[in-house]
């Protein structure tokens, strides 16, 4: 498949060993933050939102936590499997009341056998 | 529910050509959202579609443009193609409402030469 980004940070982790991925957002007046998964060849698939009313959600092995006062994001896996293995966005939306979103540049996964 | 579906998936063209992709969103999404996706940059907002009106537009030149039909599906163009513009072009449909979850396609595939 194509490659998302060549020079993109990178996390490694064992298998089965929790993953956290951090994002920094750019504008203090977004309001809405989702995580998004891309494999290779694919295009981006939701994994989890966020309101800036609230500083955690949990999903399903994933979780969510927003720090306004730092803006910063960030995304845990739990128990991270081989099928967790891809590119990882989180964006903002600023509020202007459309589907405009600031991507951040990604965090490739790899999980380890 | 079909997903959203982009064509071409894959194109080649030369500089100086102009280029046409096209979007059919998820049944009864009436926003449509491009974006251009290049690992230099990464993800970047190009514009948003909704209802046949552009309601946002991104920091791209005016080479790039596009349209909503009534059925809400969308195209996009680019002319006079530069080098640059070689990236992978997603488009993501939504709810109405302004906010929420993109739900992407595959993308496009472009390959200026």
């Known amino acids: 498949g194509e490659s998302v980004g060549l020079h993109l940070p990178t996390l490694s982790v064992q298998e089965g060993d929790n993953s956290i991925i951090n994002c920094a957002y750019s504008?203090?007046?977004?309001?809405?933050f989702i995580w998004y998964k891309q494999e290779s060849g694919k295009g981006p698939q939701f994994i989890i939102d966020?309101?800036?009313?609230?500083d955690k959600r949990q999903g399903q092995r994933v979780t969510v936590l927003l720090n306004k006062t730092v803006k910063h994001l960030s995304l845990q896996i739990a128990a991270t499997q081989p099928g967790d293995s891809a590119v990882y966005f989180c964006a903002e939306n600023l509020g202007t009341g459309t589907y405009k979103y600031i991507f951040g540049t990604g965090t490739r996964l790899k999980v380890l056998a | 529910k079909a997903g959203v579906t982009q064509t071409p998936r894959y194109l080649i063209k030369t500089r100086g050509q102009q280029v046409t992709l096209s979007c059919s969103p998820i049944?009864?999404?009436?926003?449509v959202s491009w974006y251009q996706q290049t690992p230099g940059q990464g993800l970047q907002f190009l514009f948003e579609?909704?209802?046949?009106?552009?309601?946002n537009k991104g920091n791209f030149p005016g080479r790039f443009s596009g349209r909503q039909f009534s059925n809400s599906r969308s195209e996009m163009n680019v002319s006079t193609l530069e080098l640059g513009d070689s990236a992978l072009y997603l488009c993501?449909?939504?709810?109405?409402?302004?906010?929420?979850?993109?739900?992407f396609g595959e993308g496009s595939r472009l390959t200026v030469l």
């Open positions: 049944s009864g999404h009436r926003s």
């Open positions: 966020i309101r800036s009313n609230m």
């Open positions: 579609y909704f209802s046949e009106t552009q309601r």
């Open positions: 993501a449909s939504s709810l109405a409402g302004g906010t929420g979850e993109l739900f």
């Open positions: 504008n203090s007046a977004s309001d809405y």
